[in-house]
């Protein structure tokens, strides 16, 4: 299984943004799906990652990370094997490489090649 996003690019601060991701196969072996980012500067491996929400993939329950669920809407489509990330109001320190994740019930942490997400003041 691949993941592809999409979505990503310049924004103003202040407008909207939404990131789509999205799995090259159907499968029903997922607990989670979701949606890390770093920031410029930050280390480039996982350490440097942090959570912006992820979506419990059995009942729907979403996770924010930092407080972003006054901001940021994550949602799914289940068909598709998709998760989007809906970025309203995006502030300037959001600017970073938004990462979507899948983790699989067999095949464990899947890695999307990340998107960058740019917000100017």
């Known amino acids: 299984v691949q993941l592809e996003e999409s979505g990503g690019g310049l924004v103003q601060a202040g407008g909207s943004l939404r990131l789509s991701c999205a799995a090259s196969e159907r499968t029903n072996q997922i607990q989670d799906m979701g949606w890390f980012r770093q920031a410029p500067g930050k280390e480039r491996d996982f350490v440097g990652r942090?959570?912006?929400?992820?979506?419990?993939?059995?009942?729907?329950?979403?996770h924010y990370g930092d407080s972003l669920g006054g901001r940021f809407t994550i949602s799914r489509d289940n068909d598709k094997t998709a998760v989007y990330l809906q970025m309203n109001n995006p502030k300037p320190e959001d600017t970073a490489v938004y990462f979507c994740?899948?983790?699989?019930?067999?095949?464990?942490?899947?890695w999307g090649q990340g998107t960058q997400v740019t917000v100017a003041s």
């Open positions: 942090k959570l912006v929400a992820r979506i419990h993939w059995s009942d729907g329950s979403a």
């Open positions: 994740y899948l983790d699989s019930t067999v095949r464990g942490r899947i």
